[in-house]
């Protein structure tokens, strides 16, 4: 099993940045393809973003393109989600998610973080 620690989410304002990190433990993270999932209050959880195990495949959800991107650290077993130009629709829990899979699945993900809060004022 592997599993997944977030850190770095906070409060920002509109347009700034933030980066959030999700350290992995237990495996490596070169087996699993690895994904970035956000809930916001009183709506699902939805993917925002994804690589897979070489990073040579990406998925972003159409929200977040252009504007955030999902980066992986196989040496240091970390993935990140890089956020710019953040809107006050971002706010929401993110959380990290692990999945052996050759693609970047959108859903299906196996094992996930606790999650990190991220709150973008207007």
């Given at each position: 099993?592997?599993?997944?620690?977030?850190?770095?989410?906070?409060?920002?304002?509109?347009?700034?940045?933030?980066?959030?990190?999700?350290?992995?433990?237990?495996?490596?993270?070169?087996?699993?393809?690895?994904?970035?999932?956000?809930?916001?209050p009183g709506k699902e959880r939805e993917f925002v973003g994804g690589l897979s195990r070489r990073s040579g495949n990406s998925a972003y959800a159409d929200s977040v393109k252009d504007r955030f991107t999902v980066s992986r650290?196989?040496?240091?077993?970390?993935?990140?989600?890089?956020?710019?130009?953040?809107?006050?629709?971002?706010?929401?829990?993110?959380?990290?998610?692990?999945?052996?899979?050759?693609?970047?699945?959108?859903?299906?993900?196996?094992?996930?973080?606790?999650?990190?809060?991220?709150?973008?004022?207007?």
């Amino acid at each position: 099993q592997v599993q997944l620690v977030e850190s770095g989410g906070g409060l920002v304002q509109t347009g700034g940045s933030l980066r959030l990190s999700c350290a992995a433990s237990g495996r490596t993270i070169s087996s699993y393809a690895m994904g970035w999932f956000r809930q916001a209050p009183g709506k699902e959880r939805e993917f925002v973003g994804g690589l897979s195990r070489r990073s040579g495949n990406s998925a972003y959800a159409d929200s977040v393109k252009d504007r955030f991107t999902v980066s992986r650290d196989n040496n240091r077993n970390t993935v990140y989600l890089q956020m710019n130009n953040l809107k006050p629709e971002d706010t929401a829990v993110y959380y990290c998610a692990a999945k052996e899979s050759p693609y970047v699945p959108r859903a299906g993900y196996s094992y996930w973080g606790q999650g990190t809060q991220v709150t973008v004022s207007s």
